[in-house]
């Protein structure tokens, strides 16, 4: 082989490697967002409701010492299990079904392609949360840096609109991206439509670890069904069903911020058919019920007559101006102490 040859080849399987790391990076990254609302990698990574995964694969179970995992994960760990491609692919698929009793609430990734990619990310990243540089320095030849002088504010013209001439006006459409809430009346809804059978696969598949297969709730996670006649109890359950007011804040809470740890990767008709297998879980509509935007104000959740509308605007001491009112020394004696919360006893006992 000649030296031409050789070095050919060299270059091609650098390249390869420079386009199986970015494949890692980009697409293994945004994989992990589904992750990310438990779990963190890098330099500033932190425990959160899971342990910090910087360096976890070829690793044992419980890499993150001063994370208090579970009796479940403990168990795992003592047998003298570690994290492989393959125990983290399986544990990744179904996490409470590979290790029962585990704290993570999280119905896994079912594609084996996508398991793979979000492990070729986490092995960009050491025990420090450095990224791995799989190349070497002749590699590092190959693909020159150019650097551009970091420019400083100073360099920037100043604009004119706002109180503190700081960046830019909004553009519509980045207003538009998140002013997507929704009103009691309905005005907000986007168009589409989404039927409760459909809602029910949705909801086994993004809700149901947290909130439990009929809604009934699990662990620390919100209960959103059932509860019916419970508001007069100590403790009653304020479900969909039971409590809430509007539908309008189901639709508009599930999508903006659900699923947990991924958020906003719903479509409109996902929403639409969730929200529909909410209802026929709180016995409000039947299993072929479809919702859509242009039904959906016909729907009233059983406790919305008890909610009144906020009418502070209307109370008396609106029309008296501030000059009106008294700010300083409105009492003749200096003020005096009745009684103590501990004797009103309003302090939890724990």
């Known amino acids: 082989m000649s ?19 970015a494949m890692a990076d980009d697409e293994g990254k945004a994989l992990f967002g ?26 044992a179970f419980m890499i993150a010492g001063d994370y208090d995992y579970s009796a479940a994960f403990n168990k795992a760990g003592e047998s003298g299990l570690s994290w492989t491609d393959e125990t983290m692919s399986d544990f990744l698929a179904a996490p409470m079904s590979y290790i029962p009793g585990t704290k993570m609430a ?12 979000i492990i070729a990310y986490l092995r960009l990243f050491d025990t420090d949360g450095k990224r791995q540089d799989t190349a070497s320095d002749e590699t590092a030849a ?15 013209a100043v604009p004119e609109h706002g109180v503190f001439k700081l960046g830019r006006v909004a553009l519509t459409e980045e207003i538009n991206a998140w002013d997507i809430d929704v009103r009691p009346d309905g005005t907000g809804l986007p168009p589409g439509s989404g039927d ?12 149901a670890s947290c909130h439990g297969d009929f809604g009934e709730g699990t662990g620390r996670w919100p209960i959103l069904a059932g509860g019916h006649d419970t508001l007069t109890d100590d403790r009653p359950e304020k479900t969909i069903g039971s409590y ?22 719903l479509s409109d008709d996902d929403v639409y058919a969730i929200t529909a297998y909410l209802l026929y879980l709180n016995d409000e509509v039947d299993e072929d019920f479809e919702l859509s935007s242009e039904n959906f104000s016909d729907i009233v959740l059983p406790n ?16 008296i101006s501030i000059d009106e009112l008294c700010m300083t020394n409105c009492a003749d004696d200096a003020a005096v102490v009745t009684q103590r919360a501990n004797v009103l006893d309003v302090t939890p006992d724990e």
């Open 244 to 265: 809430w007011p509007y539908l309008s804040t189901v639709y508009d809470y599930v999508r903006r911020a659900m699923p947990f740890g991924n958020a906003r990767s």
């Open 106 to 117: 999280f119905p896994g990734v079912q594609n084996e392609e996508d398991r793979n990619k």
């Open 142 to 156: 190959l693909t020159p840096v150019v650097t551009e002088e970091r420019k400083l504010a100073s360099d920037f």
């Open 304 to 319: 919305e007559a008890n909610f009144i509308a906020d009418n502070r605007n209307n109370e008396g001491f609106r029309s």
């Open 3 to 21: 030296k031409y040859l050789k070095y050919g080849m060299l270059a091609i399987s650098l390249l390869i490697g420079f386009s199986n790391n």
């Open 34 to 59: 589904q992750c990310r609302g438990c779990h963190a990698v890098g330099a500033d990574a932190k425990h959160q409701f899971g342990p910090v995964l910087n360096g976890v694969m070829d690793q």
């Open 196 to 207: 409760a059978i459909t809602g029910g696969e949705l909801y086994d598949a993004q809700c």
